[in-house]
T-cell receptor, first 112, second 115 residues
Framework: EAGVAQSPRYKIIEKRQSVAFWCNPI?????LYWYQQILGQGPKLLIQ????????DSQLPKDRFSAERLKGVDSTLKIQPAKLEDSAVYLC??????????FGPGTRLTVT | AQSVTQLGSHVSVSEGALVLLRCNYS??????LFWYVQYPNQGLQLLLK??????LVKGINGFEAEFKKSETSFHLTKPSAHMSDAAEYFC?????????????FGAGTQVVVTP
């Protein structure tokens, strides 16, 4: 079974630029999550989708972050414009019916 | 609200020694608890989970954890550390009583294994 795929793995941008991350969850997983992991901290949930609907985006900075999940499969997370404090690893996860979440390798974003 | 606290941001153990990572939780509902491991430049991998069945949970790579309601704890142990256990470990609790499964993670414990 293929795991959660994410791209790119690394991205370096200047502040005020825009960036997008892509996630392909495990086939058949209806629930998809985006987490932000700042160095030295645990992952923090940004947004959660159930199929292509948003379940929870209470922690998403909506003035600069957006996410979509078209057709209930792939998802993209966008930041526009980026700030220095957005430097982090962005993790995508998908969930089976058995409660556990499966994580992708993450995208490491550096904002200079 | 649900939360977890991991005691100790760094732990150093000798190869062959006991690994003990501490996690205490706070939950207003019966908790679902998880331990994840993260190797450098990789995503998180599930080690084990507690979902209200047996209080002693066995996971992958020889790890196990015991749910103790009276102590609100879910500590992770491994009898004998291997060099390959060097990684960061995260305890997490499911937030809310619904089935959506949002997780609240602790700050993590970095494990260093010395020869």
């Amino acid at each position: 079974e293929a795991g959660v795929a994410q791209s790119p793995r690394y991205k370096i941008i200047e502040k005020r630029q825009s960036v997008a991350f892509w996630c392909n969850p495990i086939s058949g997983h209806a629930t998809l999550y985006w987490y932000q992991q700042i160095l030295g901290q645990g992952p923090k949930l940004l947004i959660q989708f159930q199929n292509n609907g948003v379940v929870d985006d209470s922690q998403l900075p909506k003035d600069r972050f957006s996410a979509e999940r078209l057709k209930g499969v792939d998802s993209t997370l966008k930041i526009q414009p980026a700030k220095l404090e957005d430097s982090a690893v962005y993790l995508c996860a998908s969930r089976a019916e058995t409660h556990e979440q499966y994580f992708g390798p993450g995208t490491r974003l550096t904002v200079t | 609200a649900q939360s977890v606290t991991q005691l100790g941001s760094h732990v150093s153990v000798s190869e062959g020694a006991l690994v003990l990572l501490r996690c205490n939780y706070s939950s207003s509902v019966p908790p679902y608890l998880f331990w994840y491991v993260q190797y450098p430049n990789q995503g998180l991998q599930l080690l084990l989970k507690y979902t209200s069945a047996a209080t002693l949970v066995k996971g992958i790579n020889g790890f196990e954890a015991e749910f103790k309601k009276s102590e609100t704890s879910f500590h992770l142990t491994k009898p004998s550390a291997h060099m390959s256990d060097a990684a960061e470990y995260f305890c997490a609790v499911r937030v809310g009583a619904d089935s959506w499964g949002k997780l609240q993670f602790g700050a993590g414990t970095q494990v260093v294994v010395t020869p």
